[in-house]
């Protein structure tokens, strides 16, 4: 079984940072892309940050230049690094995968996280 296992959230104060991380696990050929989007209460989830395997990085406007996402393809995880954080920065973090199954590789898949929740508030 494939799965996606989030860790990293938690509370700071405006100005602070936080650095979660998705670790993907299973029976996994390869992954194409990897990227953490967003869910704040009442809004839709949006795209936060892509990476894609040769290392090619897109981000939603809001967070340019202050998150990073990177990449250990030989790990399978892929981390987020979150700066100067805003209270709008305030949501449940959800880590996606597009990925080939051991198996199947000519198949393309797309993994959830559970997500995880980060607070920003003085």
């Known amino acids: 079984q494939v799965q996606l296992v989030e860790s990293g959230g938690g509370f700071v104060q405006p100005g602070g940072s936080l650095r979660l991380s998705c670790a993907a696990s299973?029976?996994?050929?390869?992954?194409?892309?990897m990227a953490w989007y967003r869910q704040a209460p009442g809004k839709e989830r949006e795209l936060v940050a892509k990476?894609?395997?040769?290392?090619?990085?897109n981000y939603a406007d809001s967070v340019k230049g202050r998150f990073t996402i990177s990449r250990d393809n030989a790990k399978n995880t892929v981390y987020l690094q979150m700066n100067s954080l805003k209270p709008e920065d305030t949501a449940v973090y959800y880590c996606?995968?597009?990925?080939?199954?051991?198996?199947?590789?000519?198949?393309?898949?797309?993994?959830w996280g559970q997500g995880t929740l980060v607070t920003v508030s003085s």
């Open positions: 990476i894609i395997s040769g290392g090619s990085a």
């Open positions: 299973g029976s996994i050929f390869d992954i194409n892309a």
């Open positions: 996606n995968a597009l990925y080939k199954p051991l198996g199947n590789p000519w198949s393309l898949l797309e993994l």
